[in-house]
């Protein structure tokens, strides 16, 4: 470890993205309140408004126009930062595309938070699906103090330039939103010289008045075409590039979050359970549980989302006999959850084992220890050979 | 910048003689917006930044599909972005602390539907950056279609005449009067056949825009949309202002002014008539649009004759 210890605060999961940014010092950020983000807004206007930042502070009409100043912002050369949630996200979808469109490094954090396709004040993650194809890198997180490191590390993401892609920090609205915990703040310098390496790069384009450059997402025929390829090509890269931030962010401030996906107790394990979120951390303890029970079940938390960890994925899921999938959104029309829809996807790497998709969590609803103690049971029973249910809603089928 | 005695002309406020646009460009012939265009950065300067959207500006000024047909720098955002972008990209210099001169420019489709909530939110937030909008009375880009300035009558693609459509059923948006009333540095209307007027009040507006949010509502006839001839344009943006239709004024922090006061306005059968979108209109509709000009007229006048 390189970095000072810094102040441990006991904040929210609110607090805590907004220390993040305010650490990271943008050049603009906006805001726009929405349950169970507002504070996010709140803070970063606090730390404004008392000198801890010198941030250009946006207060916009709404999230449409929230993402498009910082679009604006970042085209023209700066460092952005915006949050949301839920609705906000859907309200704001043709900017989310336009930006990732033209490489715009911007950094969001999203407390997840129930789409409003049914009316509800309330967590989940339907958000971060709806969104899944609009060229964001997408990173899920458990708990306050990964909120925190986690914001820090997407700017090292986004802005690499190799990358050049725009980054979605999630976390579950109401769970960690709200919930206060004890959170390290880094020092500034240690953040500074952390994330010091993105000024040694190449300069990226910038709109500068008077240069004969313009900025936009226009191409024609096999212009758009080459625009596209180089867009997935980054998302592509952007994976392994995790992996190193994380290790990095490891080797300075001494936590690390295992990049694209943190495995728990999978090595020797017949069967897995995938999960992300909050919710993990109510899965270790079932794991923990289970392993005292006699059976050999592994975790792994699914960190990447956007671009999806395939590789690290097969490889720790290879042989294993059976695997469990809890999401906390749905998939309409294969009426699964999207995760393990995605995950399906791996068969050709993995082999057919009996996968099993658990819908849970929905509009706040807990998923609980005894929740995912059956979810082990019965993916345990399904290695065994015992036919199972291919999808099971638990708050329904309880 | 200008110091002589006699009144200043249009090329007395030009910043830059060299005309940054190529020479033959994807615009109608006889079209304003064209004209206007090539006219805003002779005043502004080159050292703008061009914020814009689709519509009929986007295949020049944003290279929609191409390259841009021009040598500023310009930005395309959608939209439902304009001002916000604006914004951002505004923040960002000052955050910096460059001088530069941001320049929305979009139709009246943008302005005033769509891309409405951000430029109202912009002037709000008084941000710096100048707001123009070359109001061609709907969305003739994509085949003439109505918007919310598009005026009482006009046959549009969505607002056919026809045995029992008769035009559009509601006035227009006056949108550079609401956003003088939510208050800014500086609004103004203009057309292309007053240029001293124009000019004038673009000079002004790069000077406000130190200051706050500059919004320009300029008149644009459409050759297309309006089926008027190629060489009748500014024929008819003169008119408009002659009939009190398109009344030239300012309000600078608040402060309303007539730049031209007409003082024995022409009636408006005389507009109504150079434009073939108002062509079913009979005496009686022709009455109304009068009685709908006269009072519109009144309450600028009353505003300029407050204190």
């Known amino acids: 470890m390189i970095a000072q210890r810094g102040k441990v605060k006991v904040i929210t999961g609110n607090s805590a993205a907004a220390y993040g940014a305010m650490l990271c010092r943008p050049d603009v950020a906006t805001s726009y309140p929405i349950t169970p983000m507002s504070e996010v807004a709140e803070q970063l206007s606090s730390f404004r408004a008392n000198g801890l930042m010198e941030t250009e502070m946006v207060e916009v009409e709404g999230e449409n126009s929230a993402m498009n100043v910082v679009a604006g912002a970042s085209i023209a050369g700066g460092r952005t930062f915006t949050a949301t949630s ?14 990732a469109g033209f490489r715009a490094p911007i950094v969001m954090v999203i407390a997840n938070r129930e789409s409003p396709g049914i009316l509800a004040v309330s967590g989940g993650q339907q958000d971060i699906i709806s969104v899944r194809d609009t060229g964001w890198i997408q990173i899920i997180v458990e708990e306050c103090q990964e909120i925190l490191d986690t914001v820090i590390m997407a700017y090292r993401l986004a802005e690499d ?3 050049l892609l725009p980054v979605m920090v999630n976390y579950d609205g109401f769970y960690l939103s709200y919930m206060t915990t004890a959170v390290e703040i880094p020092e500034q310098a240690d953040v500074d010289n952390f994330l010091a390496p993105l000024k040694k790069q190449p300069a990226r384009q910038m709109l500068e008045p008077g240069v004969a450059l313009g900025c936009g997402t226009h191409g024609i025929e096999l212009g758009f075409v080459e625009l596209r390829y180089r867009q997935c090509a980054a998302m592509e890269r952007a994976a392994t590039k995790l992996d190193e931030i994380d290790c990095d962010f490891g080797e300075y401030f001494g936590r690390s979050y295992g990049g694209q996906i943190d495995e728990y107790r999978t090595d020797d394990a017949d069967i897995i359970i995938v999960a992300s979120g909050g919710a993990v951390g109510t899965a270790r303890v079932v794991i923990d549980a289970k392993r005292e029970e006699g059976i050999k079940v592994g975790l792994i938390k699914l960190r990447l989302f956007r671009p999806f960890p395939r590789r690290r994925l097969a490889a720790a899921l290879k042989g294993k006999k059976a695997i469990g999938v809890i999401d906390r959104s749905v998939d309409f029309g294969w009426n699964c959850g999207p995760m393990y829809m995605e995950l399906r996807a791996l068969t050709p790497e993995i082999g057919i084992v009996p996968m099993l998709s658990y819908i849970d969590g929905l509009a706040n609803l807990d998923i609980t220890v005894p929740h995912i103690a059956r979810v082990v049971d019965e993916v345990h029973a399904a290695a065994k050979g015992k036919s199972y249910q291919e999808v099971t809603w638990i708050p329904l089928e309880e | 910048m200008v110091e002589k005695k006699k009144k200043p002309k249009v090329y007395d406020y030009f910043q830059e003689k060299e005309d940054p646009y190529a020479g033959g460009v994807a615009w109608c012939a006889g079209c304003m917006l064209e004209l206007t265009a090539r006219f805003i950065p002779k005043v502004l300067g080159k050292d703008i930044v061009l914020v814009g959207c689709p519509g009929c500006s986007a295949p ?8 841009a047909w021009h040598r500023m720098s310009y930005f395309s955002a959608l939209m439902t972005g304009v001002a916000s972008s604006a914004t951002g990209i505004s923040r960002y210099y000052r955050k910096t602390g460059r001088e530069a001169t941001v320049v929305c420019f979009t139709g009246d489709g943008c302005s005033a539907d769509i891309g409405f909530q951000p430029l109202s939110g912009a002037a709000e937030r008084n941000e710096h950056i100048i707001y123009i909008t070359y109001d061609n009375e709907g969305y003739m880009n994509t085949g003439y279609q109505r918007s919310s300035t598009t005026p009482l009558g006009a046959s549009t693609s969505t607002t056919p005449a026809g045995t029992v459509g008769h035009g559009k059923p509601t006035p227009a948006k006056n949108v550079p009067l609401l956003i003088a009333m939510q208050g800014a540095a500086y609004v103004a209307t203009a057309t292309l056949s007053h240029l001293d007027d124009f000019a ?10 130190r200051e706050g949010f500059v919004y320009i509502h300029i008149f644009a006839p459409c050759v297309m949309g309006w089926r ?21 004024w300012e309000a600078e922090d608040g402060r309303f002014r007539l730049t031209n006061e007409v003082t024995s306005p022409r009636p408006i059968g005389e507009f109504i008539n150079m434009v073939r979108k108002f062509s079913h209109l009979k005496e009686p509709d022709i009455a109304e649009f009068q009685q709908m000009v006269d009072r519109r007229y009144a309450v600028i006048k009353k505003l300029c004759a407050l204190e």
């Open chain 2, 60 to 67: 020049v000024l944003y290279g929609q599909n191409l390259g």
């Open chain 2, 228 to 248: 008027i001839e190629t060489d009748m344009s500014i024929q008819i943006c003169r008119m408009a202002v002659r009939t009190n239709y398109f009344p030239l």
């Open chain 2, 200 to 209: 004038k009040k673009l000079a002004k507006a790069k000077e406000k825009s």
């Open chain 1, 161 to 163: 330039h190799n990358i």
């Open chain 1, 86 to 99: 839920s609705w906000g996200l859907s309200f704001m979808y043709d900017a989310v595309q336009h930006a």
